[in-house]
Antibody
């Protein structure tokens, strides 16, 4: 059974960058499709981007296109999210999730990581 | 505003049936997936596709779809079902993931 374990909470200054990791255990990592979703305090879920390690080419939501980088390390079965030029509006819980069926009518996320709180202060 | 629309709050009496809806153009090409999220916890998948329930999810959770609207129905709602429910789907071009704004379910 696949599990996703994320790195711990981060506190960052405005203008800096943060890198969050998501390590997978179980399953064949290279064919996973992994997505990143964030949730600001009191708000809903927001899709940020995704990657399939074997292809290596990430896709980003337009909102984050110029400051988001999603990468993978197949040796450690880890996906990374790096967000730069942070502002207080980036304060949120960041989740990774494995996604299925992204090119079909039936699609879903399972499992989710436990979440990583990123706090941005001025 | 979100491309998937959910009612912000819904309430239901203990033991009764409740329907949570999700509306959007993308749902004419994708089934919605539904996630339950309790305070301080990550979302968990409770229903997806035309009629799929993940292992371990009670049978009282079911889903349906009609046109641009998908619904999650909880039959015989329990106190532990009180949570935020999020819908999601792929967009119409299958290039982005969409989420609804979430529905907070209160069990009275």
């Amino acid at each position: 059974q696949v599990q996703l374990v994320q790195s711990g909470a981060e506190v960052k200054k405005s203008g800096s960058s943060v890198k969050v990791s998501c390590r997978a255990s179980g399953g064949t990592f290279s064919i996973f499709e992994v997505t990143w979703v964030r949730q600001a305090p009191g708000h809903g879920l927001e899709w940020m981007g995704e990657i399939i390690p074997v292809f290596g080419t990430p896709k980003y939501a337009q909102k984050f296109q110029d400051r988001l980088k999603i990468t993978t390390d197949e040796l450690t079965s880890t996906v990374y999210l790096e967000l730069s030029n942070l502002t207080s509006e980036d304060t949120a819980i960041y989740y990774c999730a494995r996604c299925f069926g992204s090119q079909s009518r039936t699609n879903w996320f399972l499992p989710w990581g436990q979440g990583t709180l990123v706090t941005v202060s001025s | 505003s979100s491309e998937l629309t959910q009612d912000p709050t819904v309430s239901v009496a203990l033991g009764q049936t409740v329907r949570i809806t999700c509306q959007g153009k993308s749902l004419t090409r994708s089934f919605a997936s539904w996630y339950q999220q309790k305070p301080g916890q990550a979302p968990i998948l409770v229903f997806y596709g035309e009629n799929k329930r993940p292992s371990g999810i009670p049978e009282r959770f079911s889903g349906s779809a009609s046109g641009d609207t998908s619904s999650l129905t909880i039959t015989g709602t329990q106190a532990e079902d009180e949570a935020e429910y999020h819908c999601s789907s792929r967009d119409t071009t299958y290039t982005r993931w969409l989420f609804g704004g979430g529905t907070r379910l209160t069990v009275l």
